[in-house]
C-alpha cells in the first residue's frame, strides 16, 4: 500500500495557492494572454467561427497567429460562466489541476514499470520541483497557451507508455492511437513545437517500458501514423487548411532558424534547471550522507529517459525566433519527473528517521501554521478581487472611453498608436471596443495626447497625459 505524505502535499498546496491565487484575483494580465481571452470570448458570442477566428475589426478581425484548440475549450469556460475576467482564470485553473494529475499519474505508471513499488508514495516531488521553478505561475496567471499544450504533450506520453507495456495488440494499438489523438490536439494547441512526443516510444521503451525493439517500432509507427491520418483528415477540411497554412507560413517558416536570443532560451532552461537542483540539494543535505551506496541506480532508466523527453521539448525552441522563457512550460514536467525520480530515490534510501517525518500525521503546530498561512492566503486572494494591479492607467482611461462612447463601438485610431498592442488588447477584452487606424467613417477618433486635431474632430473631453478621445464635430 502507498503511504502518504501528508505533510509535504499541504506544504506544496499552500505553495501552490500563494503563487497563483491573489495574482489571479486581480483584473491585468500580459498582452497575449489578454488577446487568447478576448478571442475566446468572442467565439462564444458568435463573433468568428471555430476556423476563422476573431479578435477585433481593427486588429486581427481573422486571427490566425495560432492553431485553434485552446480558443475553442476555453469558449467553453465563456458560454459557461460568462464575461467576467476570472472565467479565463477558472479556465487555467483547471487546466493546472489538470496537469498535476497527469503527472501523478505519468509518476505512478514510471515507478510501476520500473517496479519501484517503494517510490509510489513520493508523487509529491515532482510537483515541488514543478511549483518552484521560475515563471512557473506567470504561465497560468498570464493565460499562456503553453498551459493546455502541456496538457496533451503529458497525456499523449503517458498514453504512449501505456502502449508500450500493453501485452495484447489491440489494447497497444488502441492507447497508441489515443496518444496520436492527443498529439494532434497538442499540435492543434501550439503547433509543431508538440512534435517531441512522437519520440515518447523510442525514448521510454528501452528505459521504462523494457520492451524489445519490435514492440517499440510498432508503438513508433502507429503513433506517428495515427498522427499524420488525424492531421489529414482535419487538412481536408478547406476552412481548417486554410487557417493552418496561413499560420505555419506566418508563424513557423516566417520565424525558424537560427535566433540571436538563442542563448537566452538555453540560459533561461539552465536557470530553471538550477532551481530544481538546488531542492535536491536542500534534501541531500537533510538526508545525510550515510546512506548506502548504488540508491541512484533503480531510477537511472526512467530518469533519462524524462530527462531526454524534458531536452526533446526545449532544445528545438533555440532554432526559433522566441523571446520569453514561458516556451518553456511544457518540458518543465518533464524535467521535474526525472528530477524527482532522483529526490525520491534518495529519500526512500535515506532511513528510517526521514520516512518517520515524511510519513507521521501533522501536529497541532504544524495544522495551525497550514490554518493561519491558508487563511491569509484566502484573505491576500479576496482583497485583490476587482483589483487592477497592471497598466491601470489604460483601465482608468478606456473605462471612460467606454463610459462616452458604449461597448462594442468601433473608434478610429491615429497610425502612432497601433502598434500599442495593450491599447487594442484591454480594449477588447474589457471594453469591447475595437481600434481601426484611420476609420474616415467613425464618430469617435482615439488619439496621442500631444497629438495636433485631425480636421474634422474636437475634443470630447475625455483625455489623460497619454491620449486622448476626439468625437466628429460636425
Known amino acids: 500500500m ?7 502535499l499541504v506544504g506544496i498546496v499552500l505553495l501552490a495557492a500563494f503563487l497563483l491565487l491573489p495574482s489571479m484575483a486581480s483584473v491585468g494580465m500580459f498582452m497575449d494572454g489578454t488577446i487568447y481571452a478576448s478571442i475566446s470570448r468572442n467565439l462564444a458570442e458568435g463573433l468568428g467561427s471555430p476556423w476563422a477566428l476573431h479578435f477585433s475589426d481593427g486588429l486581427f478581425p481573422v486571427f490566425r497567429e495560432h492553431p485553434p484548440l485552446v480558443f475553442w475549450l476555453q469558449s467553453l469556460f465563456f458560454r459557461a460562466l460568462g464575461d467576467g475576467y476570472l472565467t479565463e482564470r477558472a479556465y487555467d485553473l483547471v487546466v493546472m489541476l489538470t496537469t498535476a494529475v497527469l503527472m501523478i499519474a505519468l509518476w505512478r505508471r514510471l515507478v510501476a514499470a520500473c517496479r519501484l513499488d517503494s517510490l509510489a508514495g513520493y508523487w509529491w516531488l515532482p510537483l515541488l ?38 501485452a495484447d495488440t489491440r489494447r497497444l494499438i488502441l492507447c497508441t492511437g489515443t496518444a496520436a ?21 523510442l525514448l521510454l521503451g528501452p528505459a521504462v517500458a523494457r520492451v524489445d525493439w519490435r514492440r517499440i517500432a ?27 497554412a496561413a499560420y505555419w507560413h506566418k508563424q513557423v517558416l516566417g520565424r525558424s532558424g537560427v535566433s540571436v536570443n538563442d542563448a537566452g532560451m538555453l540560459v533561461e532552461l539552465v536557470k530553471k534547471l538550477a532551481v530544481m537542483s538546488a531542492v535536491l540539494l536542500g534534501l541531500r543535505a537533510w538526508t545525510g550522507r ?67 517525518v515524511l510519513e507521521a500525521r501533522p501536529r497541532i503546530v504544524f495544522s495551525v501554521c497550514a490554518g493561519v498561512a491558508a487563511v491569509a492566503i484566502l484573505a491576500m486572494t479576496l482583497g485583490r478581487l476587482g483589483e487592477v494591479r497592471r497598466n491601470d492607467d489604460y483601465h482608468a482611461f478606456l473605462a471612460q472611453v467606454a463610459d462616452r462612447t458604449g461597448q462594442r463601438a468601433a473608434l478610429s485610431i491615429d497610425p502612432g498608436l497601433y502598434d500599442d498592442w495593450y491599447l487594442h488588447a484591454i480594449a477588447q477584452r474589457h471594453y469591447r471596443l475595437s481600434l481601426v487606424v484611420d476609420d474616415a ?11 495636433a486635431p485631425v480636421a474634422g474632430y474636437r475634443e470630447s473631453g475625455v483625455r489623460n497625459e497619454h491620449w486622448t478621445l476626439r468625437v466628429r464635430a460636425d
Open 2 to 8: 502507498t503511504r502518504l505524505h501528508p505533510r509535504p
Open 129 to 166: 520541483l514543478w511549483v518552484v521553478v521560475p515563471k512557473w505561475s506567470w504561465t497560468y496567471r498570464n493565460n499562456m497557451l503553453e498551459s493546455t499544450l502541456t496538457v496533451f504533450c503529458l497525456a499523449a506520453v503517458l498514453l504512449a507508455l501505456a502502449g508500450l507495456r500493453s
Open 181 to 201: 489523438l492527443a498529439t494532434l490536439l497538442a499540435f492543434l494547441a501550439k503547433g509543431p513545437v508538440a512534435l517531441f512526443v512522437l519520440a515518447a516510444p
Open 218 to 244: 510498432l508503438v513508433t509507427a502507429t503513433l506517428v501514423v495515427g498522427f499524420a491520418a488525424l492531421l489529414g483528415l482535419v487538412l481536408a477540411w478547406p476552412e481548417a487548411r486554410e487557417m493552418l
Open 290 to 356: 550515510g546512506q548506502p551506496g548504488g540508491w541512484l541506480r533503480p531510477v537511472r532508466g526512467p530518469v533519462l529517459a524524462m530527462l531526454a523527453l524534458g531536452l526533446a521539448a526545449s532544445l528545438p525552441l533555440m532554432l526559433g525566433d522566441l523571446d520569453s522563457a514561458h516556451y518553456l512550460g511544457p518540458s518543465l514536467p518533464f524535467f521535474a519527473l526525472g528530477l524527482g525520480l532522483v529526490g525520491a530515490a534518495m529519500l526512500d534510501q535515506a532511513g528510517e528517521r526521514v520516512r518517520a
Open 441 to 451: 467613417d467613425a464618430e469617435w477618433r482615439l488619439a496621442a495626447a500631444a497629438s
